[in-house]
């Protein structure tokens, strides 16, 4: 049954041509301007796009609109995301009602998942087909792959109304999880009410709110998944300032595994300010070092690293924070020892200038 309606080449679909094109986004754009597929017409739900111009067409608001433009049509592609499966389903089913053949994408609409369509194509003798993550090959190539997709958060559009902090590290078990929460013990003893959010299980003492493994999610759903815990804090706590913890490193070196997984917690924190964490001589991790790891942060977001906070329980004796300080030009601090109110001081320094 798998990959059993794949589409695996555009030659396989160039003859169901000509086509309308339900979801006027990136997904719609890049179908119509496949080689050799022709799109006579758009459809979008959206009433702000519809009677506007795209690719060439001017945007439909349903099928039997669409259909009254462009009555040569002999195809309905779907392409939505992730989230709008309802949507999906109905233009699937008005399509193959009136004749038409339907592709899908594994985004917008799964014909494994929903194989009533393909008993009902079959019935109007027309053709479903679904362009689809093309697992097959991952199988191929590295011997094992899920079942399916592992994308499945809708996307989120949110601005924090709080200030957002991300703490990084130069390595996995750094210290990211421990000056995150003794900064939110800073923040309340300061009479702040901050929020703080962990992205790993362990993430289990106060003051965390909640945490969650956002390892177990796809790189691709991870900035969803946090920037909807931002929104969903802000909505039950309304706080202060907003500290989320960073997994692993931009820029370690040895297993690479972890990196994409830093870089979309990033992302999806889009940062007011960032701590950066290192621990000196790491016992089991390689960190490349603090100046590439920041160099790396603020290359992939456009914010800006305030302060370091130093895990010296495998450094040299004579480590201190002073030496960082007066190496790369950062106020620096040993939370483990002396608490995260100098690194406070650093993030609310910087948010007021």
């Known amino acids: 049954m798998k990959f059993l309606y794949s589409v695996k080449s555009v030659k396989d679909i160039q003859d169901l041509n000509p086509f309308i094109v339900v979801g006027c986004g990136g997904g719609g754009e890049k179908f119509s301007n496949l080689d050799g597929i022709e799109a006579v017409g758009f459809i979008d739900d959206d009433v702000k796009k519809q009677g506007t111009a795209y690719c060439g067409q001017i945007i439909s608001g349903s099928l039997d609109e669409c259909l009254e433009n462009a009555p040569e049509a002999k195809s309905l592609v779907i392409m939505l995301p992730i989230g709008a499966e309802g949507t999906a389903l109905k233009y699937a089913v008005q399509a193959i009602d009136k004749g038409l053949n339907v592709v899908t994408s594994f985004r917008s609409l799964s014909i494994e998942e929903n194989l009533s369509l393909k008993k009902f194509a079959d019935s109007k003798n027309v053709v479903i087909k679904e362009i689809s993550p093309r697992l097959d090959v991952v199988e191929k190539i590295a011997g094992v792959a899920p079942e399916k997709s592992c994308e499945v958060l809708p996307k989120i559009s949110y601005k924090p109304k709080a200030p957002v902090i991300f703490v990084g590290g130069t390595s996995q078990e750094c210290g990211k999880r421990t000056t995150t929460k003794m900064l939110g013990l800073a923040s309340s003893e300061r009479g702040m009410n901050p929020a703080i959010i962990s992205t790993d299980e362990m993430g289990l003492e106060e003051p965390t709110d909640f945490n969650f493994r956002a390892g177990s999610l796809s790189a691709m759903d991870v900035p969803s998944a946090v920037l909807s815990a931002i929104k969903y804090i802000e909505e039950t706590k309304k706080p202060d300032i907003i500290f989320i913890e960073g997994q692993s490193s ?82 620096a601090e040993d939370v483990y020892n002396n608490g995260a109110s100098k690194l406070l001081d650093a993030i609310l320094e910087y948010l007021e200038g």
Not at 274 to 296: C, F, L, S, T
Not at 306 to 319: F, I, M, T, W
């Open 250 to 331: 931009l820029t370690e070196k040895g297993n690479p595994h972890p990196r994409g997984l830093s870089a979309a917690i990033l992302i999806g924190a889009s940062p007011d300010a960032v701590i950066v964490g290192h621990r000196p001589n790491h016992p089991y991790r390689e960190p490349r070092g603090i100046e590439e790891e920041i160099k790396a942060i603020e290359a992939v977001e456009p914010t800006k690293v305030v302060g370091l906070s130093v895990n010296l329980k495998n450094a040299d004796l004579d480590l201190c924070p002073e030496y960082f300080e007066s190496t790369f030009g950062l106020p």
